[in-house]
């Protein structure tokens, strides 16, 4: 009897063993913003029970990959996103709120809507929709990395570029480009949104519980704060 009972203890501990999920998300490469994101969202999962992993591509890359179900959600994205791609499901808590600014070398005007960049040359991230919508029908040319869009506009290949202030700040830094400026205030401002797959449409209910609970312990503006910090001192 006791051998029986080892033999079936042994059979059971692989499967018990790794029964924590693990899911793999969608992020955008080289993004400064979902550098913060992640640890907001994988704390999210972790309260569940959940353990995750990223995989990074270019913006547009990301969203396809997520809504074939080849990984299990989307990190962050604006509301919205399930009309175009209706396979991914939108985790109705606000993550966070970014502004998306004009960069320029040379090129100086007054801010006023999207409307006030139409008559310039415009660089701007692939994939970002909330920036294709607001560019419609202007000249805009889409590139898959944010150092390569700033890069042309410090080399007047392009008037301005529309990104991010926080990953426009980040890159700025990084590629040591003083001669470029923020032009203010922020064209617009806009939240994201966590998105899973609709085959885990399961864990909406409890990733806003857990969301939530963040929000309301102040949890995301913890991580939030340190990001800022971190980024002013790098």
């Known amino acids: 009897f006791i051998k029986y009972l080892f033999l079936c203890c042994a059979l059971i501990l692989p499967l018990t ?8 998300l969608s992020g955008i490469e080289d993004s400064f913003i979902e550098t913060y994101v992640e640890k907001i969202v994988t704390e999210a ?16 890359r990301a969203i396809y ?8 959600g989307e990190l962050s994205r604006t509301k919205g996103l399930e009309k175009e791609y209706p396979n991914l499901l939108m985790v109705n ?14 090129t100086i005007f007054q801010i006023e809507g ?19 919508k607001g560019t419609e029908n202007m000249d805009v040319t889409l ?9 042309l506009v410090n ?20 590629l040591s480009l003083s001669g470029l400026s923020i032009l203010e205030p922020a064209i617009a401002k806009v939240e ?15 990733l806003t519980e857990s969301l939530l609970k963040m929000k309301e312990t102040g949890k995301l503006k913890t991580i939030r704060d340190q990001f800022i910090t971190e980024l002013k001192s790098r």
Do not use: C
């Not at 949104?193 to 399961?202: A, D, G, M, R, S």
């Open 45 to 60: 999962y972790r309260n569940i029970g959940i353990d995750v992993k990223y995989e990074h591509f270019p913006a547009k």
């Open 155 to 174: 080399n007047y290949r392009y008037n301005i570029a529309v990104v991010t202030r926080v990953s426009g700040l980040g890159h700025l830094k990084k």
């Open 192 to 206: 994201l949104y966590h998105y899973v797959h609709k085959k885990h449409k399961n864990l909406i209910p409890l």
């Open 114 to 132: 999207w409307q006030s960049l139409e008559p310039y040359t415009i660089a701007s991230l692939r994939g970002i929709i909330v920036v294709e």
């Open 93 to 106: 808590v606000p993550l966070t709120a970014i502004e998306l600014v004009v960069v320029t070398k040379s």
């Open 17 to 24: 063993s790794g029964a924590q999920e693990q899911l793999t």
């Open 143 to 151: 590139f898959d990395s944010m150092g390569k869009i700033l890069e």
């Open 65 to 72: 990959t997520s809504n074939l179900g080849k990984t299990d």
